[in-house]
């Protein structure tokens, strides 16, 4: 197994469950379950056990390593940090060897197989693919400064279909010069690869990069963190090399360009900062600057915040796969708490797998009405007086 050298050197501290100022639990998988095998440092001595045939690769074993959320946190906070840049890709490579070894969640399977016969893990029709766009009327993309490229929560999912339409609608009230291409691009792959399905992943990789090339795409506007993070990090290396922007940080400079309502009633938001925008990237700016940038708009933090943020738990494909459960302490039920705790009235996402896990949370927590999450485009666009 690939870097399988670390997992001997963890002394199990336990740093790498807890924010920067050691107060919470920050690992989604460990705050679910509370067993230590769930913490990442528990991944690591469970692995080992594995690797020197010491315990089976059983049912439970699997659950355990395809629970991580690969919120990054670990990553962040491990007390050695020549770990730091290998950490997540050890679970990732144990992920894989288990699935070299026909251990899988069925839930894991299910999604990896829809992945792998469909290209989306909604098993749809990828010549439908363009659907979300509607009525919008986008223009095709041919030679603008940039290609849209949603992902498989924004180009199936119902709520995901709306925030890819938001945010388009501003793109455009925004100026940006931006087309669509309306069938054939599939999952952007990022979150197969965190299962350690690398096969898969450069198989879906290099079918985008296809009908990237063909239509002479340079420039990418993603809408999901998860896809920014595949094609800006991981497409390069399979020959697919752009300059690739998550919204965010695109809406983030045209702002000035939008003319607001008048009158609009102030109110305390905050923001949710989106795992592979931030940890992944290190962009913790670009979804408060939009924010900031709006008049009556009072942005609060939550306790955990940048690089302390707790992740919503849909990474990994646990979106899909919701391996971590929706329990007491779920991530997102603790994470709508929290935004409510900091007295915000809107929690602010920048990814449609956030805003599906965190409303859910929302209506479980029974704060619908004191609390609502929306993205920030759609909070942007309900104060911007239209122009067209
Ligand atoms: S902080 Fe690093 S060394 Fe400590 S338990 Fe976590 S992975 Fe192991
Ligand atoms: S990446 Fe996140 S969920 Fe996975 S072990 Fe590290 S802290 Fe836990």
Redesign the pocket.
């Known amino acids: 197994m690939q870097h399988e050298e670390i997992l001997h050197?963890?002394?199990?501290?336990?740093?790498?469950?807890l924010p920067g100022n050691y107060t919470d639990i920050n690992c989604p998988a460990y705050l679910s379950f509370r067993f230590e095998t769930y913490?990442?440092?528990?991944r690591?001595w469970l692995l080992r056990a594995w690797l020197d045939k010491k315990i089976d690769a059983g049912s439970r074993f699997a659950e355990i390593m395809f629970s991580c959320a690969t919120c990054g946190n670990?990553v962040e906070?491990?007390?050695?940090p020549e770990?730091r840049d290998r950490?997540l890709l050890a679970f990732i490579a144990g992920k894989e060897a288990l699935l070299e070894a026909g251990c899988a969640p069925p839930a894991v399977r299910d999604y990896l197989t829809k992945m792998q016969l469909h290209g989306n893990a909604y098993a749809r029709p990828m010549k439908k693919s363009g659907e979300w766009a509607r009525d919008l009327d986008l223009p095709a993309y041919s030679d603008q400064e940039y290609l849209f490229f949603t992902d498989d929560a924004g180009t199936w999912d119902p709520r995901g279909q709306e925030i890819a339409r938001s945010v388009a609608t501003l793109l455009r009230q925004a100026n940006v010069s931006f087309g669509v291409i309306p069938q054939g691009l599939c999952s952007d792959g990022n979150d197969v690869g965190a299962m350690g399905e690398t096969a898969l992943f450069e198989e879906l990789a290099k079918k985008n990069i296809d009908v990237l090339s063909k239509f002479n795409v340079r420039k990418i506007i993603t809408l999901s963190p998860h896809s920014f993070n595949a094609l800006k990090n991981d497409y390069p290396a399979l020959g697919g090399a752009y300059q690739v922007f998550h919204y965010t940080q695109v809406l983030a400079f045209a702002m000035s360009r939008l003319t607001f309502s008048e009158n609009s009633d102030p109110v305390k938001i905050a923001f949710h900062d989106p795992c592979y925008l931030g940890r992944h990237n290190a962009d913790y700016a670009s979804g408060r600057m939009m924010l900031q940038a709006v008049p009556g708009i009072n942005l609060v933090e939550m306790d955990r915040n940048r690089n302390d943020a707790l992740c919503c738990g849909g990474g990994g494909g646990n979106f899909f796969t919701d391996l971590l459960s929706g329990g007491d302490d779920s991530s997102a039920r603790v994470r709508v708490r929290e935004a409510a705790d900091a007295g915000a009235r809107i929690l602010a996402v920048a990814c449609p797998q956030c805003a599906v896990m965190l409303e859910d949370a929302v209506k479980v927590e029974n704060l619908d009405q004191t609390l609502r999450v929306a993205e920030v485009s759609e909070i942007v666009m309900e104060r911007v007086a239209l122009t067209y």
């Not at 050197?9 to 790498?16: L, S």
């Not at 906070?77 to 050695?80: P, Y």
């Open positions: 050197r963890c002394f199990r501290c336990g740093y790498c469950k913490s990442p440092g528990g690591m670990c906070h491990c007390a050695f770990f950490l």
